[in-house]
């Protein structure tokens, strides 16, 4: 038998409780001005509600012989010890009780508005000046040994029942997992979260745009001007014009994102933009749809010199070499002046074993890997800022190649096949994200 079963029968102790709060309230009567002295009695059902009793009348025979009490001052004693006494039996009579909306009928029945312990406060405006410091603290005892009795018991029966229900619905821990498939960043993705981590380390923040370009983002605030043929040297995808002759286009690169971080945000502007986009090309190694992510520092005294420290120490730590020998081309861009591309030394290892492979930071060979410049007067006028205070300088570059180069892929098609086992073997798990100091790959 556990502790929250009762060792009490509800029938025999619901009497005595009913008995015990009825000698209570027959005995305050005797404190009216105009009591009979009738003799009452006491007839208990259980042992406990007897001892409990009798025990009372002992304590207050000793009091009352002890200090010479009167009858006034023996009933005080005698409803004193049956207050005390109250929460041991309500506790007795809560435990036998075993479901919360039996509680609940014996909170009612005793201590509801009708309650037969509520309705014993009906005396007390009567009582003679001999009880009334007695009885108004016995009464409100005995109340609060009730409710503590039932609440207690309920919360014992509502951990109870919750127990069951624990011990029911238990996990079984010996079933075999169900694995969930969980998917794997693309290392396109990858690529773009360790560069983010590295450029964030440098103070930069990352700035988007939409896919769906004008014309002016594209290509005119970029410094080409309209019918000038550096257009030409993207093979663009146009929208069907607007009524007013406009064409939205798929934007060929991530300088438009430049054109609208510096539109909209002063100087100092230290942002790198990743993203997709479009040109009308397919072959092994182009696709249409492909990947840049672009960089743009405008300042007051931004120099060339920062941008080849900037981004050989960019791509060493993105190569995870000590150093990186870089090498600056000359070149043209329309949105650039001066403009170049750069090359980091590697050793191509062509005819070795494992042929193919490049290793960044040493050997004998060249990999071109990205366009940069100082930002072109035109350009920064055309944002809304001022070339005689402000310079600043950019680079572009392809994203989906560089992955291909530090992962080993060799080739790009597969990237955009959805194909699951390739996801499985080349793909990154999601939680392991790159960060600067805890490891990019
Ligand atoms: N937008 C160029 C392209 O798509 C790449 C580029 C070159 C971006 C030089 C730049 C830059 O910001 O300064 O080929």
Redesign the pocket.
């Known amino acids: 038998m556990s502790a929250s079963q009762s060792t009490q029968d509800p029938v025999p102790i619901h009497t005595d409780v009913k008995s015990w709060i009825a000698y209570v309230g027959s005995s305050v009567q005797r404190y009216l001005p105009d009591a009979k002295t009738v003799e009452i009695s006491f007839a208990h059902k259980t042992e406990l509600a007897g001892r409990l009793f009798e025990d009372a009348y002992k304590e207050a025979k000793v009091a009352a012989d002890e200090q010479k009490l009167d009858g006034f001052g023996h009933l005080n004693e005698v409803l004193r010890g049956l207050a005390k006494r109250s929460s041991t039996l309500f506790e007795a009579y809560a435990q036998s009780l075993h479901s919360v909306s039996a509680l609940e009928e014996a909170r009612v029945e005793f201590i509801g508005k009708k309650g037969e312990l509520n309705l014993l406060t009906r005396y007390l405006g009567q009582i003679v000046p001999s009880g009334r410091t007695v009885v108004g603290p016995v009464f409100n005892d005995m109340k609060a040994a009730f409710t503590t009795a039932i609440d207690r018991r309920r919360s014992e029966l509502e951990l109870a029942a919750l127990n069951v229900r624990l011990e029911a619905e238990r996990e079984d821990l010996t079933l075999p997992p169900r694995f969930e498939p969980v998917g794997a960043l693309h290392p396109v993705m990858q690529v773009f979260e360790e560069l983010a981590a590295i450029f964030a380390d440098m103070g930069f923040a990352v700035a988007e745009g939409p896919d769906i370009e004008d014309d002016f983002h594209n290509f005119t605030a970029l410094n080409f001007p309209p019918g000038h043929p550096a257009r030409e040297m993207?093979d663009t995808f146009f929208m069907k014009p607007a009524a007013d002759g406009t064409r939205k286009l798929l934007r060929?690169?991530?300088?438009p994102i430049?054109v609208r971080a510096m539109v909209n945000s002063k100087p100092p502007i230290r942002v790198i933009a990743p993203g997709r986009?479009y040109r009308k090309d397919w072959d092994a190694t182009h696709t249409p749809m492909f990947h840049?992510i672009?960089?743009?520092v405008v300042d007051e005294t931004v120099h060339m010199g920062h941008l080849k420290s900037c981004l050989t120490d960019a791509f060493s730590r993105f190569f995870e070499v000590p150093t990186t020998e870089s090498r600056f081309r000359p070149h043209f861009?329309p949105?650039?002046e001066p403009?170049a591309e750069m090359d980091i030394r590697c050793d191509r290892q062509s005819g070795k074993e494992g042929g193919g492979e490049i290793k960044v930071g040493e050997g004998n060979d060249w990999l071109e890997i990205?366009?940069?410049?100082m930002?072109h007067p035109n350009v920064l006028r055309a944002c809304g800022i001022d070339p005689e205070k402000y310079q600043g300088?950019?680079?572009?570059?392809g994203v989906d190649r560089l992955a291909m180069l530090k992962y080993g892929m060799n080739d790009l098609r597969p990237y955009f096949e959805a194909d699951t086992e390739w996801i499985k073997h080349y793909g990154f798990k999601p939680w392991l994200l790159p960060t600067v100091t805890g490891g990019l790959s």
Do not use: D, I, K
């Open positions: 993207h060929t690169h991530t300088s430049q986009v840049q672009e960089g743009l861009f949105f650039t403009s990205l366009g940069c410049g930002v300088f950019a680079f572009g570059l």
